[in-house]
C-alpha cells in the first residue's frame, strides 16, 4: 500500500491543523493505522493509533486531549485532527499503516510509511 500524507504547515500557537493520509493499493481497511513523528534533534516517537474498523484509537500522553484520529474506509484515508498547537508539536508527521494483530505504539509493528508532512508551530 502507498501513502501519501498532507495537511501540514505553518500555525501559530493554539491553533489547529488537520493531517490527512491517503492510501493506495491494497484495501484500507485491512490495516491499522498510525501518525509518528519526528521533532528536530529528536527521534521518530509515537502519536496516535486507530484500529482497522475505526473503532479503537490510542494517543501518546502528550497529545491525548488535543490530537483525534478519524478514518474514512470508503475513502482510503485517515486523518489526524490536531488542536491546541504548542511548539513543541512542531515535527515531520508520519502516517503508517500496520498489518499486525492489533494497533500498536511501536514504528516495528507497521509494514508501510508515507513521506511525511511538515508541521510548524510557532510561538
Known amino acids: 500500500v502507498q501513502l501519501q500524507a498532507s495537511g501540514g504547515g505553518l500555525v501559530q500557537a493554539g491553533g489547529s491543523l488537520r493531517l490527512a493520509c491517503a492510501a493506495s493499493?491494497?484495501?484500507?481497511?485491512?490495516?491499522?493505522m498510525g501518525w509518528f513523528r519526528q521533532g528536530p534533534g529528536k527521534e521518530r516517537e509515537f502519536v496516535g493509533a486507530?484500529?482497522?474498523?475505526?473503532?479503537?484509537?490510542d494517543y501518546a500522553a502528550s497529545v491525548k486531549g488535543r490530537f483525534t484520529m478519524s478514518r474514512d474506509n470508503a475513502k482510503n484515508t485517515v486523518f489526524l485532527q490536531m488542536n491546541s498547537l504548542t511548539p513543541e508539536d512542531t515535527a515531520v508527521y508520519y502516517c503508517?499503516?500496520?498489518?499486525?494483530?492489533?494497533?500498536?505504539?511501536?514504528?516495528?509493528?507497521?509494514?508501510?510509511w508515507g513521506q511525511g508532512t511538515q508541521v510548524t508551530v510557532s510561538s
Open positions: 503508517a499503516a500496520g498489518d499486525g494483530f492489533t494497533i500498536s505504539r511501536y514504528p516495528t509493528e507497521y509494514d508501510y
Open positions: 486507530i484500529s482497522r474498523s475505526g473503532g479503537r484509537t
Open positions: 493499493g491494497r484495501t484500507f481497511s485491512r490495516y491499522y
